[in-house]
């Protein structure tokens, strides 16, 4: 059999075989990518479940997206062991819980929102000084500004909503945040800093 053979009857061999860094021209038995394929995925298993443990209760965001992103490498590794061994998985299939994955982050991303500002808000709530409760205030919007880039436009507007909510009930603002990498420049000229 050929070298062309072989990617013939493995259409996603060579992806598969970078996967689990194995040279693809190498001579490799169906048997041994199949044993190899049913490692990885349950290797793994236990890291879909931490990311999903944690993506659904942190309030941290650097955990938060970090969590987001091994969860879709990981999703999108499965659909190549998919492409190559379907059987191996139920339903639903990788591809399948991949789409649900991105269908959802929006509804995540709100979830993990509300538990940030949930926390800022006992923070603010643990301190006397209205200096310091505006340094809490304002230590939580840089940080999810940071990764404002990950939201849609519609959980950036949630989360302006949200901030705000917090700054006028207790802090007494008067003026409306507007979160756009430029909250410092807010900040050093509301508080003459």
Do not use: A
């Not at 959980?155 to 008067?174: R, S, V």
């Amino acid at each position: 059999m050929s070298i062309f053979n072989v990617f013939k009857s493995h259409p996603n061999r060579e992806e598969l075989c970078n996967l689990f860094g194995i040279d693809p021209f190498k001579k490799l038995t169906k048997d041994f990518l199949i044993k190899r394929s049913k490692i990885f995925i349950e290797n793994h298993q236990n890291i879909i479940n931490d990311s999903i443990k944690l993506i659904n209760e942190t309030k941290n965001p650097d955990v938060y997206f970090k969590r987001w992103n091994t969860l879709i490498d990981i999703s999108e590794s499965l659909i190549i062991i998919e492409n190559n061994y379907p059987n191996l998985f139920l339903n639903p299939k990788p591809k399948e819980q991949h789409k649900m994955l991105l269908e959802n982050k929006d509804s995540s991303n709100k979830d993990f929102i509300d538990r940030f500002i949930e926390d800022t808000i006992k923070k603010i709530k643990s301190v006397k000084r209205i200096e310091t409760k505006n340094n809490k205030l304002f230590d939580s919007v840089v940080i999810i500004e940071e990764y404002f880039d990950n939201f849609s436009d519609e959980n950036k507007q949630y989360t302006e909503e949200k901030i705000n909510y917090i700054y006028n009930e207790f802090l007494n603002g008067t003026t409306y945040i507007k979160l756009s990498h430029k909250t410092i420049e807010w900040y050093l000229d509301e508080y003459k800093l």
